[in-house]
Structure formats: structure tokens, C-alpha cells
């Protein structure tokens, strides 16, 4: 059906950047959001940064003026640059994209998520 891959993550020192990829593949209409969540240890998932329908940008308070969300639409791809990172970035970010297969069947699909450390 529809695949959504991420890659990226990695063990970073604070103030340092990375960059997360996530692609879609797969029975692919439409696709109508697409973003990054993040969790951390005994922590609730939260947004950290989305498209929304409509092709507007949507950042999580934390994160504003240091992650960037782009897309290329080719490629059905997007990415998360993340630069001045801070530990308390630490998380598992997962990928999520509401997804059109056909023109009367959508859904919700999420990646296998990629680590993200930041430590000295």
C-alpha cells in the first residue's frame, strides 16, 4: 500500500544540525498533510513541524526559527532541517502523512521513526 521512510537521525552535540528525510512510496492519489512528530522518553508524541492541506507550515513553539520543513513534491518527499540543536531535542521523530489512494479512500500512515540524540 503506501510506505513512508525516514532517515537522518543520528547522535549530534548541542548546537549542531541535522537534517531527517521522509519519503512516500507506494499507491499514492494524493497526499493532502504530511509532517514530523517527535516522543520522547515518557513523553507524549507532539508535532514538531507540518504541511497542511492547504500548503501551509505549521512549528511546534520549540522548535520555531531553528527547524525548517521543505518538501519536494517530485519526489513525494519531505525534510526537517534542524539546526542549534538542544538535548531536550532527544526523541524518536516519526514521519505522518494523511494520505488520498484512490479518490474515495485516504488514511493516516506513519513512518518506523529515526533517533535523534543530541549529547556531548
Known amino acids: 500500500q503506501v510506505q513512508l521512510v525516514e532517515s537522518g537521525g543520528g547522535l549530534v552535540q548541542p548546537g549542531g544540525s541535522l537534517t531527517l528525510s521522509c519519503a512516500a512510496s507506494?499507491?499514492?492519489?494524493?497526499?493532502?498533510?504530511m509532517g514530523w512528530y517527535r516522543q520522547a522518553p515518557g513523553k507524549q508524541r507532539e508535532l514538531v513541524a507540518d504541511f497542511t492541506t492547504g500548503g501551509s507550515t505549521n512549528y511546534a513553539d520549540s522548535v520555531k526559527g531553528r527547524f525548517t520543513i521543505s518538501r519536494d513534491n517530485a519526489k513525494n518527499t519531505i525534510y526537517l532541517q534542524m539546526n542549534s540543536l538542544k538535548p531536550e531535542d532527544t526523541a524518536v521523530y516519526h514521519c505522518s502523512a494523511h494520505i488520498q489512494t484512490t479518490y474515495w479512500s485516504s488514511g493516516d500512515y506513519w513512518g518506523q521513526g529515526t533517533q535523534v540524540t543530541v549529547s556531548s
Open positions: 507506494g499507491k499514492i492519489f494524493s497526499i493532502n498533510r
